[in-house]
């Protein structure tokens, strides 16, 4: 699942994207002010966008008003520390579909974006790539090389997924460790070259093609 987060307390910003990866294994972006949330919405796919009511630039409520009138139909949490009910129906009545109140704990985030990821917002439409014999289901998560599934732990397809999704451009190994572990994580960056090596030895073990090309002294790259 792919989740912006629009939150501009640095603090708790941080924490909700590392709580996002590490919890629920979720793809996360974290944007700071409330300007380039719609361009990044309305330009990219995210299952969920998690909105804080007081963003710099622009308000979170006046974003999911706009949102909503450009025909955006994917699902919006609102983050706020406004607990009258006036608030909460000026919230709802913008466009989002949920509404919490800080503080809150983590688990309460995560049981609302479970909840509101399972409503038919949009026709689901599988995202399918292949790669020459291999076939990546991205919205399955599943992966299939001919008739036989290629296994892979969540992590080794995260990071299959942030390939895909930039291929051809060369990610560096800091960016892959903070799209996937966060920079709170406990691991060093040999964890990613380390998850690099297992991937391509299982998108490699049928075919002579070398998928994942290690770019010398700066990262990783998907050739398709």
């Not at 994207?17 to 380039?36: I, S």
């Not at 008739?147 to 190994?173: A, C, H, M, W």
């Not at 998928?211 to 990262?219: D, E, L």
Request: glycine content about 6%; proline content about 2%; overall charge negative.
């Amino acid at each position: 699942m792919h989740i912006l987060v629009a939150e501009d307390d640095l603090m708790l910003g941080q924490l909700i994207a590392h709580l996002l990866k590490k919890k629920g294994g979720y793809q996360v972006e974290w944007l700071t002010t409330g300007d380039d949330v719609c361009e990044y919405a309305l330009k990219s796919h995210y299952d969920v966008l998690i909105l804080d009511w007081m963003l710099p630039g622009e308000e979170g409520v006046s974003i999911c008003s706009r949102l909503r009138k450009e025909g955006y139909s994917g699902a919006i949490i609102m983050l706020t520390a406004k607990d009258a009910l006036e608030d909460k129906i000026n919230g709802l009545d913008a466009g989002a579909d949920d509404y919490l109140i800080k503080p809150f704990e983590i688990d309460e985030l995560l049981a609302r974006i479970r909840a509101v990821s399972r409503r038919n917002f949009a026709p689901i439409q599988e995202q399918l790539v292949e790669l020459q014999n291999i076939r990546v289901n991205l919205t399955q998560r599943t992966v299939f090389d001919g008739e036989t599934e290629v296994y892979l732990t969540p992590r080794e397809f995260q990071l299959l997924d942030l390939l895909i999704r930039n291929k051809g451009q060369v990610l560096s190994r800091e960016l892959i460790y903070d799209r996937i572990w966060g920079y709170e994580a406990d691991v060093s960056l040999k964890t990613i070259d380390a998850t690099v090596k297992l991937l391509r030895k299982k998108l490699n073990w049928n075919s002579e093609k070398d998928y994942i090309q290690s770019i010398r002294g700066v990262g990783y790259k998907l050739d398709i």
